[in-house]
């Protein structure tokens, strides 16, 4: 039958379905009744059923032929998808930045802050200063599609709110105008460029004007001479750890996490940061492989003590060579660590240990208003790769300090002086230095060196723990420290 053919000829082309359905099925009932009818049909019954089927027939065909012109294979491909970055730069400008030219202030100008963590001068003095380090995301790309690329101030804002807020990457596109992948690069070249421009400057560890200032600080606020700061260690948790990895990985919290090591003053600066160690199940583990602990072995801090004058210091009638540094009870007993009292029972001992207690709370602080501001650090991590989780570590930390810069020195151009909150108080008024006149930032080689630490391969070839601390684990002079202390505070 000619609707047969039909069918068979649409099978023939390749089609992965029949041209239409209801069709097909109109014309095998049809047939079906037709002959069941041809034995009682006789002349004028058989020639109208003839042309019946001739009709049904050419209608199938008809929609047959209609069909193979809408197949889904013949179709041209879509054209590459454009976003429309000049809108979203007009609403960034709009809501944000404000309009060029428009007197009026921008939809949410005063909520930058409370949105993006960073102020409109500070994000200013970023642009300037991405731009100034000449780096090649940034910059226009001279090819046929260099009307479709986003502005500098989509692709910095992008990543300051995935970082604020702890979300992927691909949670503002929509409002940006980016693809997944576009954001994704977005999101590590920021991190990339916030380490090399500002690394040097805001991750330095202390020079000799740096732990005047310090010392200054301290003896202003906690009313003793010689602490350098509050030593403390910090829980990220890994969602994304391996889980061939997650063993080395699981600390406190029972989960894979990786341990933060910090070191700040009181205004919660970071003085010291360590992050990323294999096998980090406390704060032991990473203390035996803190670089701050071998700048204090190897003498490297002493001197930099003996160059800035602060040693000897004098607590009470007791004088003492070194400077110390407030910690948990957790840590041993070294002689630079001050530790409070876990069962205190006479007054003196309770009245020691609530201004040592009190006192560490500027790294509880600190913490705390890190992992608030930078909610990456505080929401489980969903990224694999371990560079990339210290990388945007990093990040987090350089702009936390670069806030409490702009905190206390109220000039983003100027240098953090820790003192330059009671400068006024005691009369010693200094001009703060301009960061655009300090050479290299610091000195070469006092980076910190924050990044992945690993465990060294042959573990036999590493001294021993007593040899390696000789210079600290002096519990005579410990007990001296914290005895010369308590007659300070417990009175």
């Not at 490297?300 to 070194?322: C, D, R, S």
């Not at 948990?328 to 530790?339: A, E, L, M, Q, T």
């Not at 489980?380 to 936390?400: A, E, G, Q, V």
Request: charged share 25%; net charge neutral; aromatic share 8%.
């Amino acid at each position: 039958m000619r609707s047969l053919v039909i069918v068979r000829n649409c099978r023939n082309r390749g089609r992965s379905h029949l041209p239409s359905i209801h069709s097909v099925v109109v014309v095998v009932v049809v047939v079906v009744a037709c002959v069941a009818c041809i034995p009682t049909m006789k002349g004028f019954h058989l020639r109208v059923f003839t042309a019946v089927l001739e009709a049904a027939a050419a209608a199938a065909e008809e929609v047959a032929g209609s069909d193979d012109t809408e197949d889904h294979r013949q179709l041209p491909r879509s054209k590459r998808r454009k976003f429309r970055h000049d809108e979203a730069d007009h609403c960034i400008k709009r809501d944000y930045l404000g309009l060029p030219g428009d007197p009026s202030t921008p939809l949410l100008g005063a909520e930058f802050k409370n949105m993006f963590r960073l102020s409109k001068t500070r994000f200013q003095v970023l642009m300037e200063d991405v731009m100034a380090a000449n780096i090649a995301f940034y910059q226009k790309k001279r090819n046929l599609h260099a009307d479709d690329q986003a502005s500098l101030e989509a692709q910095l804002l992008l990543p300051i709110k995935c970082l604020a807020y702890g979300v992927p990457s691909h949670t503002f596109i929509d409002y940006f105008q980016m693809s997944k992948q576009y954001a994704r690069d977005c999101c590590r070249q920021f991190d990339v460029a916030i380490k090399r421009i500002y690394q040097e400057e805001y991750l330095r560890l202390p020079t000799v004007d740096d732990l005047k200032s310090i010392l200054k600080l301290h003896q202003a606020v906690h009313k003793v001479d010689g602490m350098f700061g509050s030593l403390d260690c910090s829980h990220t948790m890994w969602k994304n750890c391996p889980k061939a990895w997650a063993g080395s990985y699981t600390g406190k919290p029972g989960t894979p996490s990786i341990l933060l090591e910090s070191i700040v003053d009181y205004h919660m600066y970071f003085w010291h940061v360590s992050y990323g160690y294999t096998g980090n199940i406390g704060d032991l583990n990473v203390l035996q492989q803190s670089p701050l602990l071998e700048r204090m072995v190897d003498g490297t801090f002493h001197q930099l003590e003996e160059e800035a004058e602060a040693v000897p210091l004098y607590i009470g009638k007791e004088e003492f060579n070194k400077c110390f540094i407030l910690v948990d009870g957790i840590y041993p007993k070294f002689s630079r660590f001050v530790k409070g009292i876990k069962e205190p029972t006479s007054n003196k001992e309770k009245k020691y240990t609530a201004w040592q207690e009190a006192s560490r709370k500027d790294v509880e602080r600190a913490f705390g208003v890190l992992k608030c501001t930078w909610q990456f650090l505080d929401r489980p991590i969903l990224l694999h790769n371990l560079k990339d989780i210290s990388l945007r570590t990093t990040c987090c930390i350089i702009l936390h300090n670069i806030l409490v810069a702009d905190r206390v020195m109220e000039d983003c151009r100027a240098r953090y002086r820790p003192s330059a909150s009671i400068a006024e108080e005691t009369g010693d008024v200094q001009q703060p230095t301009d960061l655009r006149e300090v050479q290299g930032g610091v000195e070469p080689g006092t980076g910190s060196g924050i990044g992945i630490r690993n465990v060294p391969n042959n573990l036999l070839q590493q001294v021993t723990r007593a040899d390696r601390f000789k210079e600290l684990d002096n519990e005579e002079e410990h007990r001296r420290l914290h005895q010369a202390l308590m007659d300070r505070f417990g009175v």
